[in-house]
């Protein structure tokens, strides 16, 4: 038997206005291919959340998955780290 091995990304939560979906937004760095210097590229991926337990500015890890609407094909597997409710 040959598990198949989903990539998997950790990232910001920037929105969850919508039900069960929200906005992660993926930042990595990179060294510019001329000038050597480390910059930094964000990418926002839409993530099914199924319980809704999730807030802005919480860290989650999401895995991709077969697609679950036209824009959704990553869901949250869990929180890392959540922001402090005042």
């Known amino acids: 038997m040959t598990e198949k091995l989903n990539r998997t990304l950790s990232g910001k939560i920037t929105s969850n206005k919508s039900d069960k979906t929200v906005t992660v937004s993926v930042e990595r760095r990179i060294k510019h291919p001329l000038y050597g210097k480390i910059i930094s590229r964000t990418?926002?991926?839409?993530?099914?959340?199924?319980?809704n337990d999730s807030q802005i500015g919480d860290i989650?890890?999401?895995?991709?998955?077969?697609?679950?609407?036209?824009?959704?094909?990553?869901?949250v597997i869990k929180i890392l780290?959540?922001?402090?409710?005042?």
């Open 43 to 51: 990418k926002k991926y839409h993530a099914h959340d199924e319980v």
């Open 60 to 75: 989650v890890l999401i895995e991709e998955c077969r697609p679950v609407s036209k824009t959704k094909s990553w869901r």
């Open 81 to 86: 780290t959540r922001v402090a409710v005042a």
